[in-house]
């Protein structure tokens, strides 16, 4: 089953855009989490935030989550090419034990 | 350095042979995952680990099987029983628990010829 589900599927931006992508669940959370993947290669972390917390921040980074939504956001700000990849969201369900359910991804390419 | 070591990178495997993929870590965690990844698709569950010799089944786990007799290792045999075993499969770890962080291997990525 799926738990989160990320919007858009795909985002084409410029260089120097900011990327905004979208994660929403149906189910009460512990934390939602997100997650980057390069193509082909593991997925590498990038944020946590937990219920009784509304927003976060790292480097170029902005979380917010919104629990009477059931859902998060994800902002890249002045983006890079580099920043390229798809982002996951994953969420910690409380009535799932100790296990994430991942989303299916947001594709993001930043174009030169 | 610590972190998680997957192999083989890529793996063919002929219909109706079972196939073991390799996972383990050198940090410290007591939690293991296995997930399977379609193409453009999320991540699903397919068995985890939170102690030594103890695992549990995730969302996709027939067709699958694990053992966990030691805490750096969390190897993954795909059966012939499983119908549609070419994906991308990815292991995790963390401290505890899971609802932390994962960190991730590099991916093993099987082809059913």
């Known amino acids: 089953s799926q738990q989160g589900e990320e919007d858009p599927q795909a985002l084409s931006i410029q260089e120097g855009e900011n990327a905004t992508m979208n994660c929403s669940y149906k189910?009460?959370?512990?934390?939602l989490q997100w997650y980057r993947q390069n193509s082909g290669r593991g997925l590498v972390h990038l944020i946590l935030?937990?219920?009784?917390?509304r927003e976060k921040h790292s480097g170029r980074l902005r979380v917010t989550l919104d629990t009477s939504k059931k859902s998060s956001s994800l902002l890249i700000t002045a983006s890079r090419a580099a920043d390229t990849a798809s982002y996951f969201c994953?969420?910690?369900?409380?009535?799932?034990?100790?296990?994430?359910?991942f989303g299916g991804g947001t594709r993001v390419l930043v174009k030169p | 350095d610590g972190g998680i070591t997957q192999s083989p990178k890529y793996l063919f495997r002929k219909e109706g042979q079972n196939v073991t993929l390799s996972c383990e870590q050198n940090?410290?965690?007591?939690?293991m995952y296995w997930y399977r990844q379609d193409p453009g698709q999320g991540l699903r569950l397919i068995y985890y680990?939170?102690?030594?010799?103890?695992?549990q089944k995730g969302d996709i786990a027939e067709g699958y099987s694990v053992s966990r007799e030691k805490k750096e290792s969390f190897p993954l045999t795909v059966t012939s029983a499983q119908k549609n075993p070419t994906a991308f499969y990815l292991c995790?770890?963390?401290?505890?628990?899971?609802?932390?962080?994962?960190?991730f291997g590099e991916g093993s990525r099987l082809t059913v010829l």
């Open positions: 995790a770890s963390s401290i505890a628990g899971g609802s932390g962080e994962l960190f």
């Open positions: 680990s939170q102690i030594v010799n103890d695992f």
């Open positions: 994953a969420t910690d369900e409380k009535a799932a034990g100790n296990k994430l359910t």
């Open positions: 189910t009460s959370i512990n934390n």
């Open positions: 935030i937990r219920s009784n917390e």
């Open positions: 940090l410290n965690h007591d939690a």
